[in-house]
């Protein structure tokens, strides 16, 4: 019988591994599995089962994206289908999603990539923008990302009073995504957003006892406009089948309770859906100064 040529599955099970803060006899007893024939995987002498492959990455909790990158490294055909938040075959998703923007409003809410790219957004969210920064400022700051958005000089950094606060929550949440996923772009986003002027040097590095909790409070000044957010996030997908942007729903809702008429985010003669109507509790009046 023909062997099998040598792949480059085992460097990368054993970044997994290392990424995981795991050694060699840990990840074997975790996965049942001799610390010999782990061993043997990760440099090369043995080859792995496409079995193997796929139990490894359980253990190691490998997102779907890597484990398709795993089982090429071996040597076997992808299993996890990738398909775009706007293929036809989703078309039922895209409306839902839509759907969710709308009832959102008045209050911002945009849907994201796993790179924080922009892809989908509601009204409001283009009025908060537009409340802030003028055209030429947001096209300064890049292409649509909330994270650029947040760290550029010249994008909303200058109107967020909490800044810091909110920018080191991002900067965690980032650092996590990288942990999480290793992926390349992840890493350029980051240090892209730690080069910018004024990044404190704590923040080069994640931080394992920060909050992980899909929560943050924002708050936005410019001269007579004053508002203040709590956000959400919500990931899009599916158990079995990795979207190829893995869309993430991220919503605001105002922090406190106004008349209907001051709320600078609302279109001209617009009303609000009542909470009661809307099924949520947190959808309140945005305060104006």
């Not at 009073?161 to 900067?171: H, K, L, Q």
């Not at 080069?204 to 708050?219: K, R, V, Y």
């Amino acid at each position: 019988m023909k062997a099998r040529p040598q792949t480059s599955v085992g460097p990368l099970l054993r970044q997994w591994r290392e990424r995981r803060k795991l050694s060699q006899l840990g990840l074997a007893t975790e996965a049942d599995l001799s610390a010999r024939h782990l061993s043997f995987v990760e440099t090369g002498r043995a080859q792995p089962s496409r079995d193997l492959v796929l139990h490894l990455s359980r253990v190691l909790e490998v997102p779907l994206r890597a484990r398709n990158e795993l089982l090429s490294a071996a040597g076997f055909a992808p299993i996890y289908r990738e398909t775009a938040l706007d293929a036809p075959e989703l078309d039922q998703v895209h409306r839902a999603v839509e759907f969710i923007l709308r009832q959102q409003e008045p209050y911002p809410a945009v849907v994201l990539d796993r790179h924080w790219n922009m892809l989908m957004g509601n009204a409001a969210l283009g009025r908060v923008i537009g409340l802030f920064l003028s055209p030429e400022e947001a096209a300064a700051a890049g292409a649509p990302n909330v994270m650029r958005l947040t760290y550029h000089p010249r994008g909303l950094r200058s109107w967020i009073v909490n800044w810091e606060e909110t920018a080191a929550a991002y900067i965690q949440w980032l650092h996590r995504d990288l942990l999480r996923t290793g992926d390349d772009r992840t890493r350029a986003l980051l240090d892209e957003l730690l080069a910018y002027p004024g990044i404190p040097r704590a923040w080069l590095g994640i931080d394992l006892d920060a909050s992980t909790d899909p929560f943050l409070a924002m708050e936005f000044r410019k001269a007579d406009v004053a508002l203040s957010f709590f956000t959400t996030i919500a990931s899009l997908g599916t158990p079995s089948s990795p979207p190829t942007t893995q869309p993430t729903a991220r919503c605001a809702a105002s922090r406190r309770r106004e008349p209907p008429a001051r709320n600078p985010l609302r279109a001209t003669r617009s009303r609000a859906p009542s909470p009661r109507s809307s099924g949520t509790r947190a959808r309140r009046g945005c305060r104006r100064r």
